[in-house]
């Protein structure tokens, strides 16, 4: 407070000084803006503080720019900009932090970016404020934009970017973003659009992006963990587009309660990469475009108390997620997972025997569970819960596969639990379930069969389609205690060649019409 014996006693040299007082205490104010644009360095201090970008600024190459903690750099317009081609350093501190702004007086007009070129190295951001930036309409659309690895984004708050809060611009870069709030954003928290990108995001909080917190290349998640947010969108594919064999993960604890992603487009595992799923993972289709094609390799493995989730994540009831296909030539494991609302077709499409399916939940599928229809695979297929799928649980119409499906439990399939051609039914033991429906078939190039008594724990039941003829040459053995149901009057057993039906005075065989006339 100003003492009054400090002022003078004559009105005119009063008024006077007061002026003189009043001017020089706003000055303070009025010089410690400072306007800048083209190329700085040196430091920005809080006594110059604010700093407004009255046009782009350029850190050069090989110079250092450095921002005290206390600092208010504002971007007035939507292209202001500060493009770093050497090295930024601002870092605040817990108690006083940097505040980078969009000042424009109008809601709708964002202030532009940080820039951090391909050039720029050692460059540093800590306990900063970075707010309002991003407008739609500036070149980047982003916060803060990043062209090289060699910077760190840390213990910031980056909030109501119009558009994106980071963005990984260039292919191949791997900044550190860590424990940072990012929120607030009109599209995603970080997009990292690019093949090759690797960056490591650790012990990040995101909230309230309405199109998701980070949208990337399905091979960027490596280095992803403990964060807290909703969800991960994922694209792409593993080792087509440059010919480099791709070894990706998506991890179970990108999230502290679990790592969410979401397919936004088809993810395709080429020959020679490998996308490992961890144990707590959640992958979402939300329509029936959305699928997982595997020529690679997938391993997807949960444990016991910790299962990973392939989920059809659409709200409308009606609109169920595609499948994961396994092509020729592909290998993969799926264990201790569930896999719920796919099967928009089939949930899992097999055309390789080096698949093993083992363990899981295959539940409420639009049509069928799993679908074989490559000729002369075997897929392991053992101790999974088919369940509530709208046609069949497993559909076998491949030309003499042998697949291995045993101790499984199937319930409620609506059409029934197994459809296969009778050639196919060699690996069929120890399951839980109802009957074995089979197609019209002819057996033929000297085949020798089995119907087992064992397909089921309680027996072996068997449902003919239509015909299912012996040709000559080939013998079918049909074991003591099964049962072949006969539905309809087309239904038949035609023998050109052997059939052994050789039951027991204790364990008969059964063939027995079904149908409800």
Known sequence: MWSSTLLPSSPTNGTAWFVLIITLLFSQFINAQTNVSGNVSGTWTVSGSPYVLTSSVIVPTGQTLTIQEGVEVQFPGTNSRINVQGTLLANGTTSDSIRFTGTNSDPSIHG??????????????????????????????????????????????????????????????????????????????????????????????????????????????NNCLNNEGNVLKIYGSLGSSNSVDTTALLPGNAFVNGGRFELVAQIIISSGSRLTIGAGAEVRFSDA?????????????????????????????????????????????????????????????????????????????????????????????????????????????????????????????????????????????????????????????????????HVFVDGGRFRLGSSVTIGSGSKLTIEAGVEVQFPSLNSRIEVQGTLKALGSATDSIRFIGIDSN
């Open 112 to 221: 532009g970016y940080i820039q951090f070129s391909g050039s720029s190295t050692n460059s540093e951001v800590s306990y900063a404020v970075l707010e309002k930036l991003g407008d739609s309409s500036s070149t980047y659309t982003s916060s803060i934009m990043l062209q090289t690895s060699d910077v760190l984004i840390e213990k910031c708050r980056i909030t109501d970017s119009e558009k994106f809060g980071i963005w990984l611009y260039s292919i191949g870069v791997s900044p550190t973003i860590r424990y940072n709030r990012i929120e607030q954003c009109g599209d995603y928290g970080i997009n990292s659009p690019n093949q090759f990108n690797a960056p490591i995001v650790t012990n990040n909080i995101f909230s309230n992006n309405p199109a998701g917190d980070v949208y990337s290349w399905v091979g960027s998640f």
């Open 289 to 453: 475009n959305k699928y997982i094609q595997v020529s690679g390799t997938l391993r997807a493995i949960g444990t016991p108390t910790d299962s990973i989730r392939f989920i059809g994540s659409n709200p409308n009831p009606a609109i169920y997620g595609d499948k994961i296909y396994f092509k020729p030539q592909s290998s993969g494991i799926i264990s201790h997972a569930v896999i719920e609302r796919l099967g928009n077709q089939y949930a899992l499409q097999i055309e390789s025997s080096a698949v093993v399916i083992e363990k899981t939940r295959i539940t409420d599928c639009k049509q069928y569970g799993i679908i074989l229809i490559t000729a002369g695979i075997s897929p392991v297929i053992r101790n999974n819960r088919i369940e509530q799928c709208g046609t069949y649980g497993i559909f076998n119409n491949s030309t003499g596969s042998k697949p291995m499906v045993t101790n499984n439990i199937f319930s409620n399939n609506t059409n029934g639990d197994i459809w296969s051609n009778p050639w196919a039914l060699g690996g069929y033991s120890d399951n839980v379930g109802d009957v074995i429906h089979m197609t019209t078939a002819t057996i033929n190039n000297d085949t020798t069969l089995l119907w087992s008594n």
